[in-house]
């Protein structure tokens, strides 16, 4: 079996997921039921940031990567895949809590304009 393939296939599930946490609130204006499971991702993620506990997709890409016969990165899946591309080095604990805050800004931002466009139609 090549567990190179199927790390990569969690590698993009992974980044999925992440772009779902961040942004998948915006999709809530078209599709309502999404909040039930963008809501939990959304709070998976902040817990993931601020308590620094690690998914269970980035153990699991490591288990694959192992079983390659490759050498697994050590950092978080975010310092790893994304974070390296912006700047490289160690995140530290103020980064993770800005990360966290990113997360809850963007999905406070977007519910706020859910909930004022769909109180807005009520009242008409």
Known sequence: MNYAILAE?????????VLFALFGALFSFRWKK????????????????????ACPLTPL???LIER???????ESFV???ILSLLYPGELG????????????FCNLSAYALLFRRTLKKHLE
Request: glycine content about 6%; charged content about 10%.
């Open 93 to 104: 604990a103020n980064a993770r809590i800005a990360l966290g805050l990113v997360v809850l």
């Open 9 to 17: 296939f969690v590698v993009i599930l992974h980044f999925l997921f």
């Open 61 to 63: 890409e490591k288990w």
């Open 34 to 53: 999404l909040l039930w499971i963008q809501i939990p991702a959304a709070i998976w993620a902040m817990a993931v940031e601020f308590g620094n506990i």
């Open 79 to 81: 310092e790893h895949h």
């Open 68 to 74: 390659q016969g490759m050498t697994a990165y050590k």
